[in-house]
């Protein structure tokens, strides 16, 4: 969950990684429930405005730095 505090041993650079990991397999997810029959489109909006959240997350951290 990006809205989870930083571990204490995590520093930014892993945090951002991890946080693209996450989008990245979002991507996946959108992608497979966008080739079932009947998609969920509420499950489709739910995980985009994840990975927005993530995105706004990790440009934050990078501007932290």
Known sequence: NPNLPRSQGMNV???IDDL??????LDGEIE?????????EIRISSLKKEKLKIKD????LETSD
Not at 32 to 40: R, S
Request: proline share 5%; hydrophobic share 20%; aromatic share 4%.
């Open 13 to 15: 650079e892993t945090e």
């Open 20 to 25: 693209r990991q996450r989008h990245h397999s």
């Open 32 to 40: 497979v429930e966008n080739t079932l029959t009947y998609p969920d």
């Open 57 to 60: 997350l990790i440009r934050q």
